[in-house]
């Protein structure tokens, strides 16, 4: 059982797979070589995570065929991929979280029993070649994102493979964290294997990638070959990308093309606002969370938002996010000190009566939380104005009036679902986030609390979601922004503060170019204090 | 009152706690093991009547216990056939499934046994002893639990081994992963249908074995509705134990302990009213959930039908 890698290429040949209102992958076409990292691109539901879905054996594809070294290959299970050494990391983690990590590898595995040392040595090895480190113990739930995404690499690649498939591995990683992934990336590359990847990160595609190739609305509408990217310097890589990204729409994005790909180091124009002058929206004083025990609670948290400021909360993730954001929405009660919002004190009242007032909170766990999955996309959209008119009257459903809303809604923030009526689970990753940013930022919002809120978008769309917290800023609203994604940040928020194990460890005004680093201090603890 | 206590009341105890707690320990076991892949089957009621019937009917016409609980178990599998082949199958509603089972496990076992029985009541006789050589002479103990039924011994050998299988082997692994997250096991080129049939099929031998032992050991006869709720019981230990055997093990003899207490207390002299003491196993079960069900944490997929790729 040892990596074993070939210099077969797999090739997909007219891959086509429709589900009911869309196609999802329209006659697609692709190479895939040995030894090479081929970058997988495009906008939310473009059809990227289908096609890997096909090549994992997940899905059938109502027509087209793969073929391993010119072997047409009919991967009817995900068995069959198995066998054939394609390893997949798919979008959403399929780890078991009650399991062990040495567990979750084995699963899978032929024999009577559990041959522990066998499946050690083998994590041993793999972690090896990856350059990592697993505590093979450990149960799953316990790691952090980057440690549970390094598993998930050796699960893909335990039966020795041919072809590495990584679905936006990156999308919650901290920056240490994707150079650490990137390093992986490019021993497993240098083992003789193909890697997939996707991402939605332009630098990324340009940085790890050997070759690119873009989909749109299913198809295959653009290929950089390895010798073309080679000759591409990442301005040009970049317009190419983008213009076969986006066709058309590309004028619409114009002078922001460079801005939307990340290629810029951020920055934000401060147009100095004396927010001391400002009345305060928020104010937490010493509080303090009292969570089920599963995560990290926040502890004897103090903080000031004003009117018409974005507070963005750094951090890694896992750190108490969750529990600031659920402390602040009501969703967790507070153990010790006051919450107060706009000069009155809430902290005893209840969800519904902060959203009353008008707080908001989107969370980061979009498909649970966030979505009834079975449920329209219409009624995902008010789902949070249940019983209130005009979608409600005398307790009865009006669907005219919420299907009106939604249209409203899809169109407004170009959610891509075939109909309102299309069940919500059904749509891409990027497209559910679209759901919970329409639905929290519309009807009297107040404040916003937002986890994490462009993680698996892609490019228009983040750059959509963060003109519209800007936006709402600017009229007077209040943003509370928890991200991982420091350069979010630093584009947002007026002033950042920096969690770590549930408690507020620095604070740093962004006022210029300074402040990535400061932050970054704060987060790894060199500092303490507030300036 | 020393009397009482004596050395055969002591052994007369001890018996029946383990008289009582083994048909319950059985259907646990076998509820345990169909929800670690994600299958709660609420007709274990009517698959343990089902497995009682047959084995008391077997048994009758063969005169041979073993034969017996053979067919309990058999009956116990067909009666969960239905689960089987709509739910894991055709991924129709569990909980109607589970409720329809027991009450075709009910009727069914109850008309038959008016139909057949009713004109001359059977009864099975004594169950072949196997006593240990040694150990079955050691005072008090010796003859309650060592002078068991060699069913006994092996009813106890299959726990201990399906325990062990369950935590320790590939197919434990894709038992418990069929529960809690099934596209796991299916990304990890496993297969969710045949873990969950399996599951299914191993539940109701357990199942039916724990029906056939109460016909057939615990009572040594059959009657409408002999189960009385037992199968139900079985479902909440399951659901305390968090899929682990030996808490199942442990708690069904606290259970054999509750029944047997009654008829015990009354030795004793204490006189307690008889609805009271048939009450107590229940009383006890009761406070059981009201005391741990805090910490009962089912599989994350349970009841939940799996389809590759669905969205
Ligand atoms: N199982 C399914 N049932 C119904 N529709 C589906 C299913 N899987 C995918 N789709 C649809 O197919 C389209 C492509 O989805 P896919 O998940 O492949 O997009 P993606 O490119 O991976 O997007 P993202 O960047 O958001 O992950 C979407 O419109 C989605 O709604
Ligand atoms: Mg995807």
């Known amino acids: ?531 | 009152m020393s009397e009482m206590l004596s050395a055969t009341f002591i052994t007369v105890f001890i018996a029946t706690v383990i008289a009582q707690a083994m048909p319950l320990m059985l259907a646990a076991v076998g509820e345990t093991i169909g929800e670690q892949a994600g299958i709660l089957n609420l007709g274990i009621e009517g698959v343990m009547l089902i497995g009682a019937y047959t084995g008391f009917v077997v048994t009758l016409m063969t005169g041979s216990f073993w034969i017996g609980m053979l067919a309990g178990a058999i009956g116990g599998v067909v009666a969960n056939a239905a689960m089987l082949v709509l739910n894991v199958w055709l991924g129709l509603n569990q909980i109607v499934i589970g409720l329809a089972i027991t009450l075709i496990g009910e009727g069914i076992t109850s008309v038959l046994y008016l139909q057949n029985y009713t004109s001359s009541p059977a009864s099975l006789g004594a169950q072949p002893r196997m006593p240990i050589p040694g150990l079955s002479e050691i005072p008090v103990i010796g003859p309650a639990l060592f002078r068991q039924s060699g069913i006994f011994w092996l009813m106890i050998v299959l726990i201990l081994v399906l325990a062990f299988a369950l935590a320790r082997t590939s197919w434990g692994l894709s038992t418990r992963s069929a529960g809690q997250k099934p596209s796991s096991l299916d990304a990890a080129g496993g297969s969710v249908m045949r873990t969950r049939s399996t599951a299914v099929i191993l539940s109701g031998v357990l199942v039916g074995l724990g029906g056939a032992y109460l016909a057939l050991l615990t009572t040594a006869t059959f009657s409408p509705h002999l189960t009385n709720g037992l199968g139900f019981i079985a479902i909440v230990i399951t659901m305390l134990s968090r899929g682990r055997i030996l808490i199942v093990m442990l708690t069904s003899l606290v259970y054999g302990l509750a029944v047997a207490m009654g008829p015990a207390l009354q030795v004793i002299g204490f006189t307690v009213p008889a609805d009271i003491i048939k009450m107590l196993p229940f009383i006890i079960v009761i406070v059981m959930l009201i005391v741990f069900a805090r910490s009962s944490v089912v599989p994350p997929a349970l009841g939940a039908p799996y389809t590759r790729g669905a969205r």
């Open chain 1, 1 to 531: 059982m040892t990596t074993t890698a070939t210099s077969d290429v797999i090739s997909l040949r007219g891959i086509t797979k429709a589900f009911p209102g869309v196609v999802a992958n329209d006659d697609v076409s692709l190479d895939i070589v040995p030894g090479q990292v081929h970058c997988l691109l495009g906008e939310n539901g473009a059809g990227k995570s289908t096609l890997i879905s096909i090549l994992a054996g997940m899905q059938q594809p109502d027509s087209g065929t793969v073929s391993i070294g010119g072997t047409v290959v009919d991967i009817s299970s995900p068995k069959v991929a198995v066998d054939n050494g394609i390893g997949v990391v798919h979008q959403h983690s399929t780890l078991v979280p009650a399991f062990t990590v040495l567990e979750n590898l084995m699963l899978g595995d032929g024999g009577v029993l559990l041959d522990e040392k066998r499946a050690t040595r083998r994590l041993e090895e793999l972690a090896g070649l990856l350059g990592v480190e697993i505590d093979p113990h450990a149960l799953a739930s316990d790691l952090g994102l980057g440690q549970q995404q390094q598993v998930e690499i050796a699960k893909a690649m335990w039966k020795g493979s041919r072809l590495l498939v990584l679905d936006e591995p990156t999308s919650m990683l901290t920056p240490q964290a994707i150079e650490h992934l990137a390093e992986s990336i490019a021993r497993v590359k240098a083992e003789g294997l193909a890697v997939v990847l996707i991402t939605h990160k332009l630098r990324e595609a340009y940085a790890m990638g050997d070759c690119v190739t873009i989909l749109r609305a299913g198809r295959n509408v653009g290929h950089i070959s390895t010798e073309e990217l080679a000759t591409y310097s990442e301005q040009q890589a970049q317009d190419a990308i983008l213009a076969a990204m986006f066709g058309e729409d590309i004028v619409a994005v114009g002078d922001e093309a460079t801005e939307l790909a990340g290629a810029t180091e951020a920055s934000r124009e401060t147009a100095a606002i004396d927010f001391a002058s400002r009345p305060v929206r928020l104010e937490l004083r010493g509080a303090s969370s009292r969570g089920a025990g599963r995560d990290v609670d926040v502890e004897d948290v103090s903080l000031t938002l004003r009117e018409g400021e974005i507070l963005g909360i750094a951090g890694i993730d896992g750190h108490g996010q969750n529990a600031l954001s659920e402390l602040v929405a009501g969703q967790r009660p507070a153990s010790t000190g006051t919450l107060v919002f706009d000069g009155d004190d809430i902290t005893r009242s209840g969800v519904r009566g902060r959203q009353r007032l008008g707080i908001r909170y989107v969370t980061d766990d979009r498909l649970h939380e966030g979505t009834v999955g079975s449920m329209s996309v219409a009624v995902n959209l008010v789902i949070k104005r249940i019983g209130e008119q005009p979608f409600w009257r005398s307790g009865r459903i009006q669907p005219k009036a919420v299907d009106a809303e939604a249209k409203r809604l899809i169109d407004e923030y170009g959610i891509r679902t075939p109909s309102p009526a299309t069940r919500a689970g059904t749509l891409s990753g990027g497209n559910i986030q679209k759901i919970l940013l329409a639905r929290e930022l519309t009807n009297g919002a107040r404040l916003v609390v937002v986890n994490k809120p462009t993680y698996g978008l892609d490019l228009k769309t983040v750059h959509l979601v963060r003109e519209i917290l800007t936006d709402f800023a600017a009229q007077g609203g209040s943003v509370l922004l928890l991200s991982t994604d420091l350069d979010e940040l630093i584009e947002l928020s007026h002033r950042i503060q920096v969690i770590s194990r549930g408690r507020l460890v620095g604070s740093v005004v962004n006022d210029g170019p300074g402040t990535a680093e400061k932050v970054g201090q704060y987060m790894t603890g060199a500092i303490e204090g507030t300036d």
